[in-house]
Structures are given as C-alpha cells and as structure tokens.
C-alpha cells in the first residue's frame, strides 16, 4: 500500500545502525541547501539557520515529519543503504523508494514509500522490545518517535497531549503517521504499565473520486479506541 512519509521511519533506523557503526556521528552538522526544500510537513524551511547536526535533523523527521531534514539526510545516508536496511529486516513490501519531491514526473517512483500493515506493526513490535537491529539502535529510534506530534490518526484516541506526551495518563506512545491525498498512515506502539500492543493501519483511496478522509480518520480512532481498551483493561 501506499504509506506517504511511513518511509521516513527506515531513514530513521539506517541512521541510527550507522550511528552505532560508527559510519555517522549524531554530532555531525549537514547543511541545506536548495536543491533539498519541499513544502508542505516540516519546520526547517521556516527556519533561518541552514547548518543542523544528524541528530537533530532525526528530531524534526520524527517530530514534525520534516520533509527537507528528510532530503539532507537522506543525500548523506543514501537511499540503496535504506533499502539494503531494509532487505536485511526482512522487509519484501515495505521500502522507501525516493527523497521527497514537491512534484512527481513519469520518470520518478510513483510514491515515496510503500508499505504492509503486518511489515510495519512487526517493526514496531521490535522497536518496542529493544530488538530492531539492536538495543541501542531500537532506544536511539525510540528517542526519536517519542517527539512525535502527530497523534490525528489512530493515537486521536488516547486523548493525549500532542505536544507533551511522554508518559501522559500512564501511557507511552511511539508512532510515525504519513498523509498524501488519499492517504492516510499511522504505525507504532502504545503501552501502559507492562504493557505493550503494536499496531499499523493504513487507508488507500481514491481522493479524485471521494473524499473519504473523515470516514478513514473515524475508523483509526475506532482502531485506537480498542487498543486503549486492551490496555486500560490489561
């Protein structure tokens, strides 16, 4: 299926191997420059400073899904080394296929990435466990997700505090959403106390014809309704 910026979250894993291979420093600073902006999601085109380090351009991707932290990072990483990442976790339907464009010609992929719903909760399933590559690879990444804001999908129904949710209402969150026309993605895991559930649900649909988005974000909150269930029953 189709899963917009979902793609980002294997940039984030390949970053974070390298980081423990010692290939990358987080420290490292990378500059942007204007071959690599793109609008929409993000919050480094509004910003005046153009040089940031490798870790905190892994904060504005898993924060704010930043579109242009994606593309610097992804020019110094490479996208063959993502997808050969991705290849080693056994991953055959979920892959990040291109840097992220504000228009997609002929001669591009047809989508950023690509993506299964058993592939992506597994993955989560693993990050949580500590054993996503490693345990210090999975902690780096969850580091990173837990700055995540973007709780519209499933996460709606968790009631948490979008912008301070480390542990709010005895809950712990971390998830990666991607939104295109006719696209709608949310992945991650949700535990409270010793508990620990992972899901992935992504809608595809024709936005030409219908637009189903508030019938899709009603049905991931409905998602999100039974899994708090589960865990505030235990």
């Known amino acids: 299926m189709n899963t917009a910026s979902i793609g980002k979250l294997l940039l984030l894993v390949e970053v974070a191997r390298?980081?423990?291979?010692?290939?990358?420093?987080?420290?490292?600073?990378?500059?942007?420059?204007?071959?690599?902006?793109?609008?929409?999601?993000?919050?480094?085109?509004?910003?005046?400073?153009?040089?940031?380090?490798?870790?905190?351009?892994?904060?504005?991707?898993?924060?704010?899904?930043?579109?242009?932290?994606?593309?610097v990072l992804l020019d110094r990483v490479g996208l063959q080394r993502v997808g050969m990442l991705a290849e080693s976790l056994g991953l055959v339907h979920t892959a990040l296929l291109d840097c992220v464009r504000d228009h997609r010609g002929p001669h591009h992929p047809p989508t950023l990435s690509t993506g299964s719903a058993s592939e992506l909760s597994r993955l989560m399933g693993q990050l949580a466990r500590r054993e996503l590559v490693s345990p210090t690879v999975s902690e780096r990444v969850n580091a990173w997700l837990a700055t995540g804001v973007?709780?519209?999908?499933?996460?709606?129904?968790?009631?948490?505090?979008?912008?301070?949710?480390?542990?709010?209402?005895?809950?712990?969150?971390?998830?990666?959403?991607?939104?295109?026309?006719?696209?709608?993605?949310?992945?991650?895991?949700?535990?409270?106390?010793?508990?620990?559930?992972?899901?992935?649900?992504?809608?595809?649909?024709?936005?030409?014809a219908d637009d189903l988005r508030d019938q899709v974000l009603s049905g991931m909150n409905a998602v999100g309704t039974i899994l708090r269930t589960l865990l505030e029953g235990e």
Request: charged share 20%; hydrophobic share 45%.
């Open 150 to 208: 973007d709780l519209s999908m499933v996460a709606s129904a968790f009631g948490l505090d979008p912008l301070a949710h480390s542990l709010d209402r005895n809950m712990a969150i971390r998830n990666k959403t991607g939104a295109d026309p006719g696209v709608r993605a949310d992945v991650g895991t949700v535990g409270r106390n010793a508990s620990r559930l992972s899901y992935a649900v992504i809608a595809n649909w024709a936005p030409a």
């Open 18 to 71: 390298q980081c423990a291979d010692g290939d990358l420093s987080g420290a490292t600073l990378l500059r942007r420059s204007p071959e690599f902006l793109v609008a929409d999601s993000g919050l480094w085109q509004h910003m005046h400073i153009n040089d940031l380090s490798i870790d905190d351009l892994c904060v504005l991707i898993a924060g704010v899904s930043d579109n242009t932290a994606t593309n």
